[in-house]
């Protein structure tokens, strides 16, 4: 059974940090784009980061760059999240996505299949 599995997230001050962590189970993980996104109420939901586990490739939502940093650990079925900076803006809850034919398409991520985990809370206060 496909397992996604999301902790770290939390309150936090506005410029402060947290580290996201997903464990995945259940498939070859190697295969597979694991992504973050986030939904937060009255907003759309958003791909917020991705990272292929095969070569280490990274994407990033133009709201997020130079503040988020997404990393794997193959040995782990692990992929971080290390959120700097944070705003209130980033309240949302966060899903772990393993992805299948991810792409980039006008500035967003796309992709065929995913499997979601069941999300963590991440609230910024100001």
């Known amino acids: 059974e496909v397992q996604l599995v999301e902790s770290g997230g939390g309150l936090v001050q506005a410029g402060g940090s947290l580290r996201l962590s997903c464990a995945a189970s259940?498939?070859?993980?190697?295969?597979?784009?694991i992504g973050w996104f986030r939904q937060a109420p009255g907003k759309e939901r958003e791909g917020v980061s991705c990272?292929?586990?095969?070569?280490?490739?990274?994407y990033y939502a133009d709201s997020v760059k130079g503040r988020f940093t997404i990393s794997s650990d193959n040995a782990k079925n692990t992929v971080y999240l290390q959120m700097n900076s944070l705003k209130p803006e980033d309240t949302a809850v966060y899903y772990c996505?393993?992805?299948?034919?991810?792409?980039?398409?006008?500035?967003?991520?796309?992709?065929?299949?995913?499997?979601w985990g069941q999300g963590t809370q991440v609230t910024v206060s100001s």
């Open positions: 259940g498939f070859t993980f190697d295969d597979y784009a």
């Open positions: 990272i292929s586990s095969s070569d280490g490739s990274t």
């Open positions: 996505v393993a992805l299948i034919g991810a792409t980039v398409v006008a500035g967003s991520l796309q992709y065929e299949y995913s499997y």
